[in-house]
């Protein structure tokens, strides 16, 4: 199971994708280019909005995402060249966008469209202080969704540290079953929910599972 197995299948798709993920990674974005026309990326951060559009621009210094090829052919079973993907993807984006996720809409004065799908990988876990904090960003993060829409969020299990350098940053931790109510509650229901054990150990973090989970809002 990877980030991408729900982008994979093709059982995911539409017109417009809205991607809320942590930094400035889009490795998750070139299978999702495959099935979605358009892909809104919403940053927190002007450094990560600034790296992005480098590399969207093809500018001098954008960092080389070229690794990402071996991966995508081994997980999809496609021998396209990553050139051909990078540009599907390049292409895809239409915009980037920086959010404040404490304001009611967090794009103000942009008002997004209704989103086919939304990813979010690992943000809830690091911009969340509680479990109030958490339910309360994903209640906004849903409200992107158009009804019937879909979820997919990648989180870590167990987890209450991450650094970066010398530097050390929180994690909420939370289980299983407290992100099931959490989607639960906020009317959301669970199509797929996997977990991936931690392999191996590693100081600059202390989570004990990965949670993959996809679900689609009530109607």
């Known amino acids: 199971m990877s980030i991408l197995t729900p982008l994979n299948t093709g059982h995911i798709n539409g017109d417009i994708l809205v991607d809320l993920s942590v930094g400035s990674f889009i490795h998750h974005l070139f299978s999702a280019s495959e099935f979605f026309k358009n892909i809104i ?14 590399w969207a621009d093809e500018r001098t210094g954008a960092f080389y995402w070229g690794h990402t090829s071996t991966f995508l052919q081994e997980k999809e079973e496609q021998s396209d060249q990553f050139e051909d993907k990078a540009g599907k993807l390049r292409s895809a984006i239409q915009h980037v966008v920086k959010y404040d996720p404490e304001k009611e809409n967090m794009t103000e004065p942009l008002v997004l469209p209704p989103a086919d799908c939304v990813i979010t990988t690992w943000l809830l876990d690091v911009i969340s202080k509680d479990q109030d904090d958490y339910i309360r960003y994903l209640r906004k993060f849903s409200r992107l969704l158009k009804p019937g829409g879909h979820l997919i969020l990648i989180g870590v299990i167990n987890s209450t540290y991450f650094t970066v350098g010398k530097d050390k940053f929180h994690v909420f931790a939370y289980d299983e079953d407290f992100v099931r109510k959490a989607l639960v509650g906020e009317g959301f229901i669970i199509d797929d929910c996997k977990l991936r054990k931690r392999t191996a150990a590693s100081v600059i973090n202390d989570y004990k599972y990965i949670i993959f989970i996809v679900a689609h809002k009530e109607k």
């Open 41 to 54: 990326v919403l940053k927190v951060n002007n450094r990560c909005i600034m790296e992005l559009k480098r």
